[in-house]
Structures are given as C-alpha cells and as structure tokens.
C-alpha cells in the first residue's frame, strides 16, 4: 500500500462532500432515505489508508455531524468512532473481500452504527419509530457499490 | 512508544484511541444531557460548521435568484399586479384591524388593564433543516449578533413556527412545535380552555393530551398561545383542532390539532422580541394581583371557569 504517498486533497474533498451531502435539505419524503455519507466515506478511506483515516477522524467528524444536526454532544461521534474502529481493527481481511461481501459487511456496520444512536437516543429518553430509523441503512447498503467504485477509480488515480 | 507505532505499519493501534475517545464521548454526551455547560463549545464548532450550511444553502438561493432575474417581464407585470390586489385587501383587514386595536385598547384601558405591549418582529430566513425526522429542528439566519436569544419564539404568517433552543454567532437553532419535545401552553379561542400543545414529531399535527372528557373543545376551534410558559407572547395562533375522541372510561380525551403555520413548507419566519419597548412591563403586569387589574391570560381564564 503506497499509503503515505497518497494525496490527501482528493480525500479531503470526498469527506467535505460527504459532511454537505449529510446536511444538504431534501424533501420530505426523501429525507428518512438519506444514506449515512459521512459513515460511507470514512469505511472506505479507513480501510485503504488506516493509518491516515481512522478512529480520531471519525471521532471529530463525529462531532461536527452532532453540531450539524443538533444532536446531543458525542453522539454521532461515539458511534463513528465506534463503527470506524472495528473497521481499522479489521481492515486487513475488509480488503480482500468481493464487493458482494463488502457490501453485506457495510449493511451490517449501518445497522450497528444506527443502532448506537438509537441505543444513545432511547437512554436519553427520545423514542423514535423504528421503520423510518433504519431507512437509512437500506439506502446506505444500496448506495455503497457505487459509492466504493467511484472512491476505487479516484484511489488508484491517485496513486498513480 | 514511537518505534512501537512505526513498526506497526498497517495496525495504528485504533483500540486504545476508541478507548481514550469513546469515553470522551460518554463524558460529552452526559455532560450536554445533563447540563449545558457545553453550550459555548457547541456555539465555537457552531461558528466552524456555518461555511458548511452556506454551501450547502447557496445552490438553493442561486437558484431561486436566476428563476427571479431570469422571469419574464409579462410574469413580473402579472405578479405586480396580483401583489398590488393583495396589498390592497391586506390594507383594508389591516385598517379594520387598526380600528379593533384602537376598540380593544379603550376597552382594556376602561377595565384599567395595561394595554398589551406590542412586540418587535425581524424577519429570518431558514437555512436548514435536520434531517432527522424525529427532532424537528431548523436553522436560521439570525444569530446573537441580531439580538436573538435562547427561547426566543417564531413565528411565520400564519402562525407560531417554534422557538430557538441555542442562538449562535451568526446563526441559531430552533425547535419546531412539532417536534416530539416540544410543548406549548395553548388556549382555545372560543372558550378560553388551557391545555398544552405536545407535538408528536410529524409537521402537521399536534397533540393536547391533557384534555379531559368534558372540556369544552370541538373540531375547528382556534388555538392561540396562552403567554403562560414564558416563551410565546399570548394570542398567536397555533393550529385548529382537527380531531376530538371522546373515551368514557379514559381520564383524557384524545384531541389533535393541525398547526396554523405549514411547518413543512415554511423558508422565512419571524424572530419575536417580546415587550421589547418596555421590558419590565411584563413583570409589573404579572406582580400587581387583583380582578381588575388582571393581564389578558387571567381574564381568559375566568371565562373559562364559567
């Protein structure tokens, strides 16, 4: 992995992207659908480049992401710190896996990272309805393949 | 320590940090449910994430700016006309309204009550709005700088929006009254009955648990804030009722209303700056007891009572 030598621009971009696409309004309708892109991008870039993009990035972008959606403090922090390090923790066997595996493996990090939030949420006394809370799991687990091909051409156009 | 880090080239050793941070987290998250002492770090990374907001609310408003500068002069010359009509009948209710003011403040002054304080109103644009469907929570354009403050109510024309939860530098937060933890001191119109609004986490309903079977509440009253929290000056309204279920073996009626203002729909809204022209009025008005002299949320409550 030529990690160090990779720019950290293009990155940079995908997160600040991922922070605007997370707030950025939509319709009504539409809203509950909204994948996680701030969880999205970090699983990816964690997995290629570890030693740049783990637990500390997730951790204040967590942060931000409360901030941003008015949240209690550390919530969305805990929970991307939380998602991001099982990630790190196993990133080695993340990288050899086909894209069908990945993409169950990323179901299943949506549905843990949501349900921390919704396990935070619930011990702070918020009740939300449970159908609408895992919206964004679906979504997310759709949008990843698109999502991890169009971060692989940009990775390796980096690198070369 | 170091060479331990740089020898593990690929295994940044994540589990201690999500240890060190995770419990940062746990702190964090106990301090801000418990306290606020964290509002003026929320306020500093509030500040930090306002570059965000605006990128995110500039396409929008490029947008809405081309479609104007780019309206054809028929379609300008047809708005200006509708806007003249509509200005035209909003001065006609408003001359009304001034003669009802004027009737109103007589009247107030023969029972030797105050005359209501009147409120100063800026104007807010929206600039978003969560996105969790479950904490119905916007952020507008207006913060400390314009004098906003916590608490503070909003409304849009029709009326009340909700209320601001943490005024920022430039921008603030405000809480809907639909969100599931919101509740608002309301009253109905024709009868004077107070109860609270609670809402229930979609933009177009209400609940007023607190009712009991026999209060006197039909489909299509008129709910106005009642001024008694604190937060909403009195007399805006609120929502109509929509629904009235009547359980006799329950305590409560089951009662919903629709909010007056579409909180859905809503991109400018309205900062209330209440008795800001005299600002111990409120004070004095609450303080002096007595029928006569009673402010306008007790003499509602006598009809109540009837």
């Known amino acids: ?56 990035t997730a951790w204040v972008l967590g942060i931000v992401l409360d901030i941003a959606y008015g949240t209690l403090l550390g919530q969305h922090a805990l929970a991307l710190a939380f998602v991001i390090y099982l990630t790190v923790k196993f990133h080695l066997q993340l990288r050899v896996f086909p894209l069908s595996q990945m993409t169950a493996t990323v179901l299943v990090l949506l549905g843990l990272y949501r349900f921390i939030l919704f396990w935070i949420n619930g011990v702070a006394g918020i009740y939300p309805e449970l159908v609408i809370y895992w919206g964004p799991v679906a979504a997310g687990t759709i949008a990843w393949p698109l999502l991890s091909l169009f971060f692989g051409g940009l990775r390796y156009r980096v690198a070369d | 320590m170091a060479e331990h880090a740089q020898r593990s080239f690929t295994t940044p050793a994540p589990g201690l940090r999500f240890l060190i941070l995770g419990g940062l987290s746990l702190v964090l998250l106990i301090a801000d449910q418990r306290s606020d002492y964290l509002d003026s770090v929320r306020k500093a990374i ?11 609310d500039t396409p929008v408003s490029l947008w809405r700016w081309v479609g ?12 200006l006309s509708r806007l003249r009509t509509e200005k035209l009948i909003t001065q006609a209710r408003l001359m009304r309204y001034a003669a ?100 229930t986490g979609e933009h177009d309903r209400l609940d007023l648990p607190f009712l009991p079977n026999n209060a006197d509440i039909h489909e299509g009253d008129l709910l106005v804030t009642s001024g008694l929290g604190g937060a909403f000056p009195p007399g805006y309204p609120v929502g109509t009722v929509r629904s009235v279920i009547r359980v006799p073996q329950n305590p409560f009626a089951e009662v919903s209303a629709t909010p ?15 008795g800001e022209n005299e600002p111990g009025d409120d004070a004095a008005a609450a303080e002096a007891p007595g029928p006569a002299d009673a402010p306008p949320e007790s003499a509602a409550d006598t009809t109540a009572d009837e």
């Open chain 2, 100 to 199: 009802l003011e004027a009737e109103n403040a007589r009247l107030r002054a023969m029972l030797g009550a105050r005359e209501r304080v009147r409120e100063r109103v800026q104007v807010a644009e929206i600039m978003s709005v969560s996105t969790n469907p479950f904490r119905h929570v916007m952020v507008v354009d207006k913060g400390t700088r314009d004098g906003a403050f916590e608490g503070q109510a909003i409304i849009d024309a029709d009326g009340v929006v909700g209320q601001v939860i943490e005024a920022g530098l430039l921008s603030s937060q405000a809480m809907l009254i639909s969100d599931p933890d919101h509740a608002l001191p309301v009253q109905v119109n024709r009868s004077g009955v107070r109860t609270i609004a609670v809402g």
């Open chain 1, 1 to 56: 992995m030529s990690s160090e030598r990779q720019a950290r621009l293009p990155v940079l971009l995908c997160i600040v992207a991922a922070l605007l696409l997370a707030i950025v309004p939509l319709p009504e309708w539409a809203s509950p659908f909204r994948p996680d892109w701030v969880l999205l991008t970090l699983i990816y870039w964690s997995i290629a480049v570890p030693r740049r993009y783990s637990v500390g």
């Open chain 2, 260 to 274: 007056a203002a579409s909180l859905g729909q809503i991109r400018e809204v309205m900062l209330i700056w209440p």
């Open chain 2, 68 to 79: 104007e500068s780019t309206a054809s002069r028929n379609e300008l010359v047809l708005e």
């Open chain 2, 46 to 56: 509030g500040a930090a994430v306002y570059p965000l907001r605006v990128a995110v």
